[in-house]
């Protein structure tokens, strides 16, 4: 549970840093670029994947995947503003996929594994699931909209929309996370840290869970 307060501490920081220009870059046309926003979404977004892949019980190697595809999405989207033509519409290419990979991971196999946890984990990852599914396509016609893109969203006012989505996936994740108790219990008996997932030091899979009801 020790996530929550860390997602918290990662936005600050990376706001912080928006605020005193620290990693503060410009695309081709211009446009400031913040590279802290950027390594907040690649450090939780990507975590909070994995640990949606552990509270399904999904296949580590599925899990690990599922981080590629985030960092896929977030960096992606980095290098898109950083990156001249025409390198800018590979990185678009690779926002796209990404994001598509996120989207098919949270709902087939993440979902699929999930039937087999308990009722309290159960709850949580649809929970989680739903959040996420909500935060990507946010993101994504956001993107879509800045002034970079189709430019339907001027400056301040694609960096108002995204610092509100910021916040709300934040609080929305880690609130979840810290009214689950039971659900997180549960979890650390088949991954008692991330490290022991990592390692794959984790206990038995299928022993500690029994199978609910579809």
Do not use: C
Not at 3 to 27: D, E, K, N, Q, R
Not at 63 to 76: C, D, K, P, R, T
Not at 93 to 98: A, R, T
Not at 124 to 149: D, E, H, P, S
């Amino acid at each position: 549970m020790l996530f929550a307060p860390a997602a918290m501490a990662s936005l600050t920081v990376s706001y912080a840093g928006m605020a005193a220009g620290i990693l503060l870059f410009h695309g081709p046309a211009g446009a400031p670029v913040y590279v802290t926003r950027f390594l907040d979404y690649g450090i939780i977004y990507a975590f909070i994947a994995a640990y949606t892949g552990q509270i399904a019980n999904a296949d580590r190697g599925v899990i690990l995947s599922g981080v590629l595809g985030l960092w896929a999405f977030s960096f992606g989207a980095m290098i898109r503003h950083l990156a001249p033509p025409p390198f800018d519409s590979i990185a678009s290419l690779l926002v796209l996929s990404g994001f598509a990979y996120s989207l098919w991971l949270l709902l087939r196999p993440y979902t699929r594994a999930a039937a087999s946890v308990s009722d309290d984990r159960r709850l949580l990852f649809g929970k989680l699931r739903n959040v996420q599914l909500i935060m990507l396509i946010t993101y994504l016609l956001v993107a879509l909209t800045t002034r970079q893109a189709l430019g339907l969203l001027g400056a301040f006012t694609g960096i108002y929309v995204s610092a509100y989505l910021d916040l709300f996936s934040h609080v929305a994740l880690t609130g979840l996370i810290l009214r689950s108790e039971p659900a997180i219990r549960s979890l650390t008996g088949t991954h008692p840290s991330p490290l022991t997932f990592l390692t794959g030091s984790e206990t038995d899979r299928h022993t500690a869970e029994t199978p609910a009801d579809d």
